[in-house]
């Protein structure tokens, strides 16, 4: 097993952070191109904790290694499961992903957290602390060396996808505070247009 782990603070309050998330895929994140589509499977709130939770399918076109497709198989095309969970009495947003595709040769278990960083309290300052860990483990049976060179590989795609993802939801932050900025200016005008 690979282990994943990344860390990172958006200049961005927890509120803009949790409501962009839902647009993280969306045509302003040029980034993420492998993302084909992401369908919503489920969603409800716990009427006792408030807790949103959503189930989400998300399909990617990604090539994989040459290597590992002459040995293996498959297609470009791959699944990945979501379960999410926004507290936000908590202001904590969760995401749980397991990989669909080849799940039965690799094992993708990946923890993301989006919540406020204490360190930056004073108003108009607001951060928001990201944390990301994902466990890699290849299933396939065989030799050794062919499981950790599918897991090394798999982390380095990883690791290289996070990193455009992060610059890709960082422009997707960029855009949705502009754009909510703006309707939030047309809604003042109109206001005191009506005065």
Not at 43 to 55: F, N, Y
Not at 90 to 95: C, G, H, L, N, S
Not at 173 to 195: D, H, I, N, T
Request: glycine share 6%.
């Amino acid at each position: 097993m690979k282990v994943f782990s990344s860390e990172y603070t958006f200049d961005y309050s927890w509120e803009e952070v949790s409501t962009a998330n839902w647009r993280k895929y969306c045509p302003w994140n040029d980034k993420s191109p492998h993302v084909s589509s992401v369908d919503t499977l489920s969603r409800e709130v716990d009427p006792v904790t408030g807790i949103l939770r959503t189930e989400r399918l998300i399909t990617c076109n990604q090539s994989a290694p040459a290597w590992v497709v002459s040995l293996l198989g498959g297609s470009n095309t791959s699944h990945v499961h979501e379960t999410s969970y926004v507290s936000p009495s908590e202001k904590r947003v969760t995401m749980c992903s397991t990989n669909l595709t080849w799940s039965n040769i690799l094992s993708v278990r990946e923890t993301v957290t989006y919540q406020p960083d204490l360190t930056a309290s004073s108003p108009g300052q607001e951060r928001t602390q990201f944390t990301q860990d994902a466990k890699i483990t290849a299933l396939c049976g065989g030799w050794q060396k062919i499981r950790t060179k599918i897991e090394e590989a798999s982390v380095e795609r990883f690791s290289e996808n996070a990193r455009r993802g992060r610059e890709g939801f960082e422009a997707v932050l960029e855009m949705s505070r502009r754009v909510f900025g703006e309707e939030k200016e047309r809604e003042r005008a109109g206001m005191q247009g009506m005065q």
